[in-house]
């Protein structure tokens, strides 16, 4: 089964030596992973072949975090441990976020990107993020039943390099290693295709 044949410039890889890698969306409300399986391309579903994850993760007193529809269930019980749109946040100042003061997290207001109290310690959006990227990882390794080499991931146009390094260490944390960034118009174009 090819996935996607990866080499270094001016090397190709032998018929035989295929290695995995997937597209992810981190998006703001949900999140997904895909993969190309026979020149068709194919979201990867969970292990209750649900393909959307919500982009939420809830801390707990005991360290331990809840990703995805688990997080989102305590949304409203649990609100400053149960975080979500957190990519808003990505490589973000406390003075970045106009609207903080209407969240119900506690934020800390440090020098570069903010950081967020929880009832397991301090967390960093990049930390946030790679709980989801890493569930993300999680599901395609289990449905593709081997090992990734790398993802391209999805990010909005208007990221700044702040934005972009922090979801490359999100990733990296997580880890994956970042093949490309890619704008969401852009992947948008290619998945539309010639006409």
Known sequence: MALLQISEPGMSTA???HRLAVGIDLGTTNSLVATVRNSIPEVLNDEAGRPLLP????????????????????QTTDPKNTILSVKRFMGRGLKDIAYAENLPYDFLDVPGMVQLKTAAGIKSPVEISAEILATLRQQAEDALGDDLVGAVITVPAYFDDAQRQAT????????LNVLRLLNEPTAAAIAYGPG
Not at 57 to 69: M, S, T
Not at 168 to 175: E, N, P, R, S, V
């Open 15 to 17: 018929p035989h030596q």
């Open 55 to 74: 982009s939420i993760v809830r801390y707990l007193p005991n360290g331990n975090a809840h990703i995805g529809y688990k997080a989102q269930a305590a």
């Open 168 to 175: 490359k260490d999100a990733a990296k944390l997580a880890g």
